[in-house]
């Protein structure tokens, strides 16, 4: 048997079943959703929503796809959010406060309300990572933000206009580009690639019989 | 927290967990391998599949939702298409917003094009943003592009289109190597080198990760770049069907805007498919691991065009989709978790096989335990397998589950699973298309010029299976490739009359084979309202 809630899609009153998630349950109550519907698995960030359950003062923000309904819910999606993303060459950016200051200045009229903390749908320390970047420690930003996706939901609560995840993706591709130790195998495979050093060995892999291969493969040693 | 139903097996499963930790189960051999695909794996049921009966692939087999999509009318039957004043005009025209879209674009427009994209839903809605596991390259000194290839290969069962493959595994270093300069993060260690693991059917430990949102931090960062560079990115809009010029050759694709159902032309030099795979046309019932929009356009529009498919009769089921709580039915299982020594455990504490087979082995496997064999757990929704998420804290110390698949750890603990203590049940899910258009070295399809493909839309790159973080290496590698080939080759093209004629064509072979059918294609979206 199943349990049946009361939700509320934009205000008007639908009822399904208890075990669905806000998603499922928009396609119950008779929705084909085009917006606000992207991987359904929680890495996306396409179905940001807002909602408050009757009688509950807090307003609460979630990703629609990876949660369940409740009785007396008031549901209302945010599909698109307009963030600020700022144009720059990842190539032509130095890795220091400066750049913070330069494509997001913002960042530093934060007053510290911790409303986006309180509101990520991911669960993350946004404030945090928001001062991370005040202060350019774009590697502890890059690692307090990594696991954002970018559904706007913190950006929507900020009373100082701050784009957060457009903030922590510049401070990640600093992190990733610059920062990081660079990595030395890496260097000397794409060299030797380049200096043909594996050829022969392809070659005679294009050319050998299917039996062969075969042969190669079932007794190929594998790394413990 | 599980009921109290499952807690009997659970408790056989921790019993057993040290003992299970330290046995190393033995590999199948070839032989045992092909006798369990052929009685469990979904892809040898034959009554699943249909004959084709119009177009480039008559005659062969293919999946019968695929068929029906193949066979179906256009969007634009009957309708005027005006083509003398396309809305867009442009050198290169990528359809598809995901990472192989995105790699092209940028391709494209570093070499001096002028590309823009068009995109169904968003660009990063895309199974590459759902990759969790990780990229190959054979970048480590143990390792050799020739190993890479050998266990594609083998993997692949000795199918794979080897120029392709050739290029897959020798492109694949300095992929890794363009990436990083994009920005992604890879996992290093603090000399650099970066943290690899085994991936089902590698020899070697060449699966690099960004923790388990590997093709979450390359689809980000690549829409990044192609929102930096300024590329045209007209999203909310797929294209129903490709345009050719009177020469045969692509020129272009008409356009519809998924909101309010205007149609629209776009004119290009050269057109690359990018639209990616097919999870949503949930093969034999199925469920997916796959992004709402993996509904095989790009397949669809290809064929009425005149392209090839090759090996479009494979799918990939992963191994391990969610099988409970229902909530999550069929989303992906990073086989990260079994990279970092995780192992399937059947419904009475038993380690049934070596967890790291290849995946086509791993998922008929499972359904073997799960059917035949009666060792599945049930779980109201079906039956499932236990995978033992805590060993993984028992090998590489606690904390582990945290620092490499916070992923998975946060989607099991929305519903109050704790995979740190808990084990969690698994079933194969549909996963990855195998098959799509046939390309040559260049990405270009073999037989429509000018038309380039990349990313899952291709074929023959895998052979019949693919190997775990082969796809998101072939987004990029082929993604890149299309790009720059499609900006060279835009070059040197002049456009004739554009014209439709091959939908009408190919209509004409619909009533001369006397398919009678309702359906059009391509399918875009699929429908989960309550019927």
Not at chain 1, 114 to 143: H, P, S, W
Not at chain 2, 341 to 348: E, R, S, Y
């Amino acid at each position: 048997m199943e349990n049946m809630v009361n939700i509320f899609l934009f205000g008007k009153k639908y009822q399904v079943p208890d075990n669905l998630t806000i998603m499922c349950a928009m396609e119950y109550a008779g929705y084909q959703l085009v917006r606000g519907c992207g991987c359904r698995n929680g890495f996306c960030g396409a179905c940001a929503t807002i909602y408050r359950i009757k009688g509950d003062q807090e307003l609460k923000a979630c990703l629609a796809c990876q949660t369940k309904v409740e009785d007396n819910m008031y549901i209302a999606t945010l599909p698109f959010f307009p963030l600020v993303k700022q144009v720059y060459d990842i190539n032509n950016v130095s890795p220091t406060q400066q750049i913070m200051m330069q494509l997001y200045p913002e960042i530093y009229a934060c007053i510290g309300c911790n409303a986006c903390t309180k509101a990520c749908t991911q669960g993350l320390n946004v404030m945090q990572y928001i001062a991370y970047a005040q202060r350019g420690d774009f590697k502890a930003c890059a690692e307090e933000s990594f696991d954002c996706v970018m559904c706007g939901v913190c950006s929507a609560r900020c009373p100082a206009g701050i784009s957060h995840p457009q903030v922590a993706m510049l401070a990640r591709r600093i992190n990733g580009k610059y920062l990081a130790p660079k990595c030395g195998h890496l260097e000397d495979r794409v060299k030797e690639i380049k200096d043909g050093t594996f050829e022969e060995l392809i070659e005679a892999l294009m050319q050998k019989p299917v039996s062969e291969m075969k042969e190669l493969y079932n007794n190929r040693d594998i790394e413990k | 927290m599980y009921s109290e139903k499952f807690q009997e097996s659970i408790k056989k499963v921790e019993a057993a967990r040290d003992k299970n930790i330290a046995l190393e189960p033995r590999r199948m051999t070839a032989d045992e391998k092909e006798q369990l695909l052929a009685a469990y794996h979904p892809d040898y049921k034959q009554d699943e599949f249909r004959v084709l009966t119009v177009g480039p692939n008559k005659g062969e087999k293919v999946p019968k939702e695929l068929s029906e999509m193949l066979e179906a009318h256009s969007r634009i039957r009957d309708m005027k298409i005006d083509l003398s004043s396309p809305a867009y005009d442009v050198d290169v025209l990528v359809i598809g917003g995901g990472g192989a879209g995105a790699s092209a674009a940028i391709e494209a427009h570093e070499a001096g094009a002028n590309v823009m994209i068009v995109t169904k839903l968003r660009i990063g809605d895309a199974n590459t943003m759902m990759a969790e596991g990780g990229i190959q390259a054979a970048d480590k000194p143990n390792d050799s592009p020739a190993i890479h290839f050998v266990d594609a290969f083998g993997g692949g069962h000795f199918a794979a289109k080897r120029e392709l493959l050739r290029k897959l595994v020798c492109d694949a270093p300095d992929a890794i190597e363009w990436l990083s300069e994009l920005g992604v993060e890879f996992d290093k260690d603090k000399d650099g080198n970066m943290i690899t693991t085994h991936g089902g059917g590698t020899s070697r430990k060449r699966m690099h990760a960004a923790k388990d949102y590997s093709g979450a931090e390359i689809m980000r960062t690549l829409r990044d770049e192609v929102l930096n560079r300024e590329i045209p990115v007209v999203d909310f809009t797929s294209a129903i069907e490709l345009i050719l010029d009177e020469n045969g050759n692509a020129a272009g694709a008409v356009l519809l805007n998924m909101e309010t159902g205007e149609i629209m032309a776009a004119r290009a030099k050269t057109v690359v498919i990018a639209t990616g795979g097919a999870g949503r046309m949930h093969y034999q019932g199925f469920p997916t691991s796959n992004h709402y929009g993996a509904t095989a356009d790009g397949l669809v529009l290809g064929y009425r065009a005149g392209a090839k498919l090759l090996y479009a009769d494979t799918l990939q089921y992963h191994p391990t989709g969610a099988a409970y709580p229902e909530q999550i039915f069929g989303a992906l299982v990073t086989e990260k978790v079994r990279s970092l020594g995780a192992k399937l455990i059947n419904k009475n504490g038993e380690a049934f096989m070596h967890p790291l087979e290849t995946r086509d082995v791993s998922a008929a496997s499972i359904i073997r335990e799960c059917s035949t064999r009666e060792n599945g757990v049930e779980t109201g929704n079906g039956f499932g397998v236990w995978l033992d998420t805590p060993m993984i804290e028992k090998i590489g110390g606690a904390g582990t589950i945290e620092k490499r698949i916070p992923a998975m750890m946060r989607m099991f603990e929305k519903y109050g699973i704790d995979i740190r203590v808990e084990p969690i049940l698994v079933y194969p899910t549909l996963h990855y298309q195998n098959g799509g258009l046939d390309i040559d070295e260049d990405g270009m399809t073999t037989n429509v010029k000018n038309l380039y493909v990349a990313g899952e839309a291709v074929g023959g790159i895998h052979g019949r299976n693919r190997l775990m973080g082969n796809s998101l290496l072939d987004i990029i590698v082929f993604g890149r490739s299309a790009g720059k080939n499609a900006a060279k080759k835009s070059r040197e093209v002049t456009l004739g009359a554009l014209t439709l004629s091959h939908v009408d064509r190919f209509e004409k072979e619909l009533e001369d084979a006397n398919v009678d059918t309702c359906k059009v294609s391509p399918k875009l979206l699929p429908d989960y309202r309550r019927k």
